[in-house]
Nanobody
Framework: VQLQASGGGMVPAGGSLRLSCVVSGRIAGSYAMGWFRQAPGKEREFVAAISWTGGSKYYGASVTGRFTISRDGPKNTTALQMNSLKPEDTAVYYC????????????????????WGQGTQVTVSS
């Protein structure tokens, strides 16, 4: 199983970016998808997650109201729309996959994600 994230870049504060993640390979059963980020010298933190059904979405406190996770079209694709970006959003963003739990749920815990993408850099200038 491989996850390929794309869409990172550099934007000024207040700008927007859209990240995408595509899962390839065979996975038995349903899986949730999540986004995490890691800034230099900091722990990897939860950003957003979406259930297999797409009906449950979860966000970290610092991005609620600004970021939107979606699972449009193919189940193996997820997107993260990031609006009103701030310099503190600067980080490497990772998409991840979790088969833990139920199809209508998604986890906020990075320990419950088994597969990870390579990360994509997001830089927000002040």
């Amino acid at each position: 199983v491989q996850l390929q994230a794309s869409g990172g870049g550099m934007v000024p504060a207040g700008g927007s970016l859209r990240l995408s993640c595509v899962v390839s390979g065979r996975i038995a059963g349903s899986y949730a998808m999540g986004w995490f980020r890691q800034a230099p010298g900091k722990e990897r933190e939860f950003v957003a997650a979406i259930s297999w059904t797409g009906g449950s979405k979860y966000y970290g406190a610092s991005v609620t109201g600004r970021f939107t996770i979606s699972r449009d079209g193919p189940k193996n694709t997820t997107a993260l729309q990031m609006n009103s970006l701030k310099p503190e959003d600067t980080a490497v963003y990772y998409c991840a996959l979790s088969t833990y739990g139920r199809a209508w749920l998604a986890s906020r815990k990075k320990e419950e994600y088994e597969n990870w993408g390579q990360g994509t850099q997001v830089t927000v200038s002040s």
